[in-house]
């Protein structure tokens, strides 16, 4: 089988790339604008790789997917500080660009796995805040809270993937990822400029500020999941085992490891203080509490709770999570601290 990813350099495509060389003999195409994260892997016979701009490359892109069997759509914004300060931009590369991939999807009869998001699930219903793939209902926020480009962005890829495959017959698989967590999942330069997601914040924020930052206090929740096991949920809904993953929703999340940002903070100073390059500056941080206007700009808007049923992905796939947030942050902490004494 021959896979096609964008957004291959990226956190979820650098991880799939390193696993589906490890365990599959799957061939894999690669695209993204560096490889700055993967050039371990170039040397490999099984992948080919090439760098260039999506918006710029569309002739390139369309004759990649005429040749493969899967297209895995990887390239997107995913951070919450630019869907406030780009928010066309964040439509423009999450649905403008995407939809013309699937679409090709559709006229040459490929197989498409969408990466949806856990963001699509909205503001939560206050009467059941577990999030389930076919019932819950998706609702957002007010037009002038910018971050819900992001949400309805990727809300209207999955409905617009669905009606494809009703009308023209493609064959999809959308997943939505819970907080996935890991090696590579921001870069200090953009924590530095508070661009950087909680678990990679907060570890540059123990090392070169001194004080973690709870946004509106932390008490917002998560399921955070280790990267690991999402990616292993991932290969397991492009293998597609007795058809089970056709045209299906699936949740990548970890139910277990729902805490609130505060909570996690802490986690990550207390597993920071195992690794003696940390210990003194995490023996040392503080915590400060800052209004969202004030950390990322006006029109913000947050979720207090994001909880997953996976019960579909372990029925039709037989996929559980089984890493701890402790264990994962553990792991992240083994690989800066390895990048660090480079």
Request: glycine share 6%; aromatic share 14%; charged share 25%.
């Amino acid at each position: 089988m021959k896979i096609f990813v964008t957004g291959v350099n990226g956190f979820i495509g650098s991880h799939f790339l390193e696993m589906a060389l490890a365990k599959t003999d799957w061939e894999i195409q690669g695209f993204d604008l560096s490889d700055s994260n993967i050039k371990q892997f170039l040397a490999n016979p099984r992948f080919q790789m090439k760098t260039g701009d999506i918006f710029k490359e569309e002739d390139w892109l369309y004759q990649q997917i005429k040749q493969c069997d899967v297209l895995l759509p990887l390239i997107g914004i995913a951070r919450p500080a630019y869907y406030i300060e780009k928010p066309f931009w964040t439509f423009e590369l999450d649905f403008e660009q995407n939809l013309k991939l699937v679409k090709k999807c559709a006229e040459y009869g490929k197989r498409v796995i969408f990466p949806s998001t856990s963001e699509v699930y909205g503001i939560p219903d206050p009467n059941n805040n577990i999030m389930d793939e076919d019932k819950s209902n998706l609702t957002l926020g007010p037009i002038s809270q910018s971050r819900w480009i992001y949400s309805c962005s990727k809300q209207m890829m999955d409905r617009v993937i669905f009606a494809l495959g009703q009308e023209r017959g493609l064959k999809f698989s959308l997943f939505r990822p819970f907080n996935w967590v890991g090696p590579r999942l921001d870069s200090f330069k953009e924590a530095a400029e508070h661009k950087g997601r909680t678990i990679t914040q907060f570890i540059y924020d123990v090392l070169y500020t001194g004080k973690i930052t709870l946004v509106n206090g932390g008490m917002q929740r998560r399921s955070f999941t280790w990267v690991g096991d999402g990616v292993e949920a991932l290969i397991a809904i492009i293998n597609n085992k007795d058809n089970q993953a056709e045209g299906q929703i699936f949740n990548i999340g970890n139910p277990a490891n729902n805490y609130s940002i505060k909570e996690m903070a802490q986690i990550v100073v207390d597993e920071m203080k195992k690794f003696p390059c940390f210990r003194e500056k995490a023996e040392k941080v503080e915590f400060v509490i800052e209004n969202s206007d004030s950390y990322y700009g006006k029109n913000y808007a947050d979720v207090q709770d994001r909880l997953p049923s996976v019960k579909k992905l372990e029925e039709r796939l037989g996929w559980k999570p089984k890493t701890t947030l402790q264990d994962a942050i553990y792991y992240t902490l083994q690989w800066y601290e390895k990048e660090l004494n480079k």
